[in-house]
């Protein structure tokens, strides 16, 4: 029995010296320390031994499960140091590489110019005010004046959105421009104190969208930005002024601006403004046409029918009104020749801004 019991033990270290994972290792527990490994079987055969030679048996078992079991805790914990040390090799981390550069997104250029534009009529006492982008033929036309066979309202300048309605009051259209926005500015105003309507000094930008064959030159959407001022003794002086400092601020404090006599049927008188070109200084380039000016809004006097119409009394009340379009404003400062760019969503037309 002591023979068979060293016999076990030598192939027991045997076998375990030759483990090299994990796997191997949990098989090598169980068949030689295990429940039914040899070792245990010699415990249960102690009973059948003569009794002289239990004891020694028993002691050297002992002996011998004992031994088997701390070196099976050594190679387990000889095991898990070498797969520590493994993974530290193999998962060095160089922490004094550079980082990856990291592409960070931006904002569409058609809104950077719009916010900068925003920001410099807030600076001015102008509040964003917002409206509808889909209009009815009323608030489109109509309440600013546009008589019923003006060529602006032609089918192909306006999308008209089908509705099975008859009434052309009703008619649905996706606005032309921001001036509906005026009237439904006013209109709410004015409701506030029906009798006084306090005065107006806002700033309206919203998408418009015509009916148009899609060049380089024209585009089916476009943003506008619409201004208003409504208030007591407000004249054309004022409407200079404060488009002349505007265009300081937008433009560069030396950049000159020039008035010309233009019609809209919701403005009178009505002008369009110009801005000495920013890009050659006035010399005169092709950007501005040899010309040395840019004309960049339509601008005039509240025509005293849409105030009326707006809720404010034209006998008490008097305004301006003006119209820009900031993406022809950007083509013109970048020398961008064609407008489709802007809702291309080419990266490469987007990330140079
Ligand atoms: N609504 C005009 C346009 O779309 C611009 C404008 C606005 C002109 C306000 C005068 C006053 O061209």
New binding site residues.
């Given amino acids: 029995m002591l023979e068979k019991l060293a016999q076990i033990e030598k192939e027991a270290l045997e076998a375990l010296s030759k483990i090299e994972e994990e796997a191997a290792l949990e098989a090598w527990r169980v068949a030689n320390i295990g429940r039914s490994s040899p070792v245990m079987n010699v415990f249960s055969q102690l009973g059948s031994l003569p009794k002289e030679e239990r004891p020694a048996a028993g002691q050297r078992a002992n002996q011998v499960k004992t031994a088997l079991e701390t070196a099976f805790a050594e190679k387990k914990e000889a095991l898990r140091q070498a797969a520590l040390a493994r993974s530290l090799a193999s998962e060095r981390l160089d922490v004094t590489l550079p980082g990856r550069p990291f592409r960070r997104g931006r904002l569409h250029p058609a809104t950077q110019n719009l916010r900068r534009i925003l920001s410099i009529l807030g600076e001015m006492g102008f509040q964003v005010y917002t409206a509808r982008d889909v209009e009815t033929d009323e608030y489109n036309f109509q309440l600013l004046n546009i008589p019923p066979h003006h060529p602006a309202r032609e089918m192909q300048d306006t999308f008209y959105i089908e509705t099975g309605e008859t009434d052309e009051a009703r008619r649905l259209v996706l606005r032309t421009?921001t001036?509906p926005g005026q009237i439904r500015a006013m209109r709410e105003f004015s409701a506030q104190n029906p009798q006084n309507p306090p005065p107006i000094r806002i700033a309206l930008p919203g998408m418009c969208y015509r009916f148009e064959q899609i060049t380089a030159r024209s585009e089916v959407q476009f943003h506008?930005i619409?201004g208003l001022v409504v208030g007591q003794n407000i004249t054309f002086a004022d409407l200079k002024g404060t488009l002349s400092e505007f265009a300081r601020r937008m433009f560069g404090r030396n950049a000159r601006t020039r008035f010309r006599a233009d019609h809209?049927p919701?403005?009178e008188p009505?002008a369009e403004m110009d801005v000495e070109c920013f890009v050659c200084g006035g010399k005169g380039c092709s950007v501005c046409k040899k010309s040395g000016w840019l004309e960049i809004l339509?601008?005039?006097m509240v025509h005293p029918v849409v105030l009326q119409n707006g809720g404010y009394d034209p006998a008490r009340y008097t305004g301006f009104?003006?119209?820009m379009g900031p993406e022809r404003q950007l083509m013109l400062r970048h020398k961008i020749t064609d407008i489709r760019y802007f809702w291309g969503n080419d990266v490469r037309f987007l990330e140079q801004f």
């Fill in positions: 421009h001036s506008q619409e809209f919701f403005t009505s339509g601008c005039g009104a003006f119209g």
